[in-house]
């Protein structure tokens, strides 16, 4: 089987990982930039018995779109990059990166009726791995119908290793170098900026007011990634402690759900975790926000109406003490984990290679 995984940026390819991990298969990236992060970012994590290169990473090509476009066998599209052209050779399946409130993208800045754009893009797709019912209702909320025959439902793929008890504690909190672990663990991850993220607005404060009583675990997305060193320097020369970072850069040994393992409460925003973190069964509180990009949810698979809320002006360390206390709210996230995810029984990347079997 020719299998195909393309993506935007490397940090999509992380729900692609554990397909791969199965069935193996060659990654595509569009430029120089991507190919020299995917090289290190994957490094030894090629599946295939001859090691490919001193740092083993996995088959990859630097492709253009029209050679993406002549290729034979199957496509996964991590990203919503797909030509508006025929690809007369190749079955194209979008896997979407992460299932959040945030509407689709796909088309490049300044373009006229963006979202027209995205939804058309959709609709071009042989397929769609769906990971629940939200992932299809924002399909839907683009106010386009794809055929039922093409919706492939899996779940979610990077649910498989938490739901399967495949990760520590422990080796987490040796990756982050915490040194105090009787301190719970605050996981702050936000979005960038499309979705109005909060990291400009508020990690200095959170730095400043978390770090007294809890360790702080700031995730940026990737797009902010740069902003780490920044954030290191001003903690350190303000002599402010108990403040940790993940780096999205390092994809692989700095995984979302790996934070999540480590962390006892997450902090975010509009971000695409809000709803990966609820697999944990952990408090969360979000951060008020009124993004014009944000889709128009029903109430039963919107965490605003489930989780805690920040206005911007309480005191952040009593409303995490708040959220600690109150098991009912987070007794509560199962029923939204259920409303907007298939199965969750930790094989949704082995019924996406069962459907890729299925087509050859």
């Not at 504690?169 to 979705?195: C, H, M, S």
């Not at 954030?231 to 790996?258: C, E, M």
């Not at 997450?266 to 009124?290: G, Q, R, T």
């Not at 206390?325 to 984990?337: G, I, P, S, V």
């Amino acid at each position: 089987m020719n299998l195909y995984y393309f993506a935007n940026n490397i940090y999509q390819f992380s729900y692609a990982i554990p397909i791969y991990e199965k069935i193996g298969g060659t990654f595509l990236v569009r430029d120089k930039k991507c190919l020299t992060q995917f090289k290190w970012a994957m490094r030894k994590m090629n599946r295939d018995n001859l090691k490919n290169g001193i740092l083993n990473y996995p088959k990859v090509k630097l492709i253009s779109k029209g050679e993406r476009q002549n290729l034979t066998g199957i496509i996964i599209f991590c990203s919503n990059s797909i030509s508006l052209k025929e690809y007369p050779n190749a079955t194209t399946i979008f896997l979407e990166h992460g299932t959040g409130d945030k509407k689709y993208g796909g088309a490049k800045p300044g373009r006229e009726n963006p979202l027209d754009y995205a939804a058309q893009k959709l609709l071009s797709y042989d397929y769609i791995f769906t990971s629940g019912e939200k992932n299809i209702y924002r399909i839907k909320n683009m106010d386009i119908e794809i055929d039922p025959k093409k919706i492939v439902k899996i779940g979610g793929t990077r649910f498989d290793e938490i739901i399967c008890g495949e990760l520590s504690r422990q080796v987490e909190q040796k990756r982050l170098k915490i040194k105090d672990l009787k301190r719970k663990n605050i996981l702050y991850a936000p979005t960038w900026l499309f979705g109005d993220g909060t990291l400009d607005k508020y990690a200095h404060h959170f730095i400043k007011q978390i770090t007294r009583e809890y360790n702080l675990i700031i995730r940026t997305h990737y797009h902010d990634y740069k902003r780490i060193i920044q954030l290191k320097l001003w903690a350190k020369l303000r002599g402010l402690k108990h403040v940790y970072f993940s780096n999205p850069l390092d994809q692989i040994r700095n995984n979302t759900f790996h934070d999540f393992v480590v962390s006892d409460l997450m902090i975010s925003d509009i971000s695409a975790v809000i709803y990966e973190y609820i697999i944990m069964n952990k408090p969360m509180i979000l951060i008020s926000n009124e993004t014009k990009f944000r889709h128009d949810m029903p109430g039963k698979m919107n965490a605003m109406k489930y989780a805690t809320i920040w206005d911007g002006k309480s005191d952040i360390n009593d409303l995490i003490k708040q959220s600690f206390a109150d098991k009912k709210r987070t007794a509560k996230y199962k029923e939204l984990l259920d409303n907007c995810f298939f199965y969750n029984d930790g094989k949704s990347a082995e019924r996406a290679v069962e459907f890729l079997e299925s087509v050859e």
